[in-house]
Structure formats: C-alpha cells, structure tokens
C-alpha cells in the first residue's frame, strides 16, 4: 500500500535554531513529493515541492527539503526558526497513475522563543 | 493571480437539519476540485473530487454528497447532518493532477 509517514508528532526547537521535519514514503513509481503548511483554523498553504531535477528544493518563507530517493525520504529544514514557523506541516505526495495526493498525518512544530 | 473563496467560516448546525458548503475558484478553468475533512486538526481525509462539471468521486461512502453545477464551484452537501459529521472542512483545487493543491480557508461545523 501507499503511504506517507511522518514519524513525529510534535517537534520542539529554540529560535534561531536549525529545524528538521522528517517524512518518508513507500510508493511505486517516481513520486511528487510536497509540504504544507497550517495554522490554527486555516486552510492548508503550499511550501514547496519535489517533481525532479535537483534533489535539494526551496521553498516558501525559508523552507527548504531534500529528496533522498535511497531513503525515500523528504525532510523539511530551515537554516534558523522563528517562532512565527510554529505551525502544524504536511507531508504528501502523488503517483502520477493516482489523481489523488497521499497525506501524512502531520508534525506540529513549536518554535520556542 | 488564482484564489479560491470558501464559505462559511464556522457553522453550527442541529442532528437531521441540511448542509451545503460552496467553494469556488477565480482564474483559473477546468481546476481539478477537492474536498477534504480534518478531525481534530490532524490528517486529511480526502471525501470527493472532479475533474469536470458533473463528474464526482466518491473517495469514502459517507453521509455526505458533492456536485460541481458549475466549472469553478463545488458543493458539499447533506440531507441530514450526524454529530459525526463534525469537524473542519477544506476545499482545495488544483491545475492537474501532478501539480500543487491551493486549498480555502476551511470550514469549522459543528454539529449539535
């Protein structure tokens, strides 16, 4: 079965400090890989995503994520937080012969001032 | 520049009394068309998509239905809410299938 994971449900960091959200996936074929970003009772805001080329992608506000292809993994990073990136993120991605985008359930993030 | 209107923001709404929730999306044509339920601010559960007027996908058997009457709006309805129906509701469309999802600002019913 196809599935995203996002084996934290909460991750803490200090401001300033580099952040990480890790997610990994198990699908068939060549992925497209995704992150998203939510704030309390908003709707979801597209950071940055992977379809190919470099591994290394940027995004939105800073973000930035690295596909691993070996490792089937996407992590989410950030050189230095601030507290505003407190937030919950989405990891999803897409199989090309699926309309439809497989989500994980989600890492909250908590920026400490 | 596309943006994608939803509406209402919060709904509160009696067991057994009707539901629909519009969305609608400017600037762009032919938008693949989502709707989501978040329970509990957690994952996403994927309840219909259209790839044109009148064509709808079920993704959950539920008490829940979805038209697309017209290119750019989609309607989520019910005959008659359960308390399980709660929870927050998110439209979202797309270009294609293998690009991005914008997505509203979501939808919070709670039903009583």
């Known amino acids: 079965a196809q599935s995203v994971a996002q084996p934290e449900d909460q991750v803490n960091v200090a401001e300033g400090n580099p952040l990480t959200v890790k997610c990994t996936y198990s699908v068939s074929g060549n992925p497209y890989l995704f992150w998203y970003v939510q704030y309390p009772n908003r709707g979801l805001q597209f950071l940055l995503k992977?379809?190919?080329?470099d591994n290394l992608v940027k995004g939105s506000y800073g973000f930035e994520a690295e596909f691993n292809k070996s490792q089937t993994s996407f992590h989410l990073k950030k050189p230095s937080a601030l507290v505003s990136d407190s937030a919950l993120y989405f990891c999803?991605?897409?199989?090309?012969?699926?309309?439809?985008?497989?989500w994980g359930l989600g890492t909250s993030l908590a920026v400490n001032p | 520049s596309q943006t994608i209107h939803q509406w209402p923001a919060t709904l509160v709404q009696p067991v057994g009394s009707p539901l629909s929730l519009e969305c609608t999306v400017e600037?762009?044509?032919?938008?693949?068309l989502y709707w989501y339920r978040q329970a509990a601010g957690r994952g996403l559960q994927l309840l219909f998509y259209s790839v044109g007027i009148g064509q709808i996908s079920s993704e959950v058997p539920q008490n829940l239905s979805a038209s697309r009457p017209q290119d750019r709006q989609f309607i989520l309805s019910s005959k008659k809410l359960l308390l399980s129906d709660s929870g927050f509701y998110l439209c979202?469309?797309?270009?294609?299938?293998?690009?991005?999802?914008?997505f509203g600002q979501g939808t919070r019913l709670t039903v009583v």
């Open positions: 992977y379809i190919t080329g």
């Open positions: 979202a469309w797309s270009v294609s299938r293998v690009t991005e999802a914008f």
């Open positions: 600037g762009t044509s032919n938008p693949n």
């Open positions: 999803a991605v897409r199989v090309p012969a699926v309309r439809k985008l497989i």
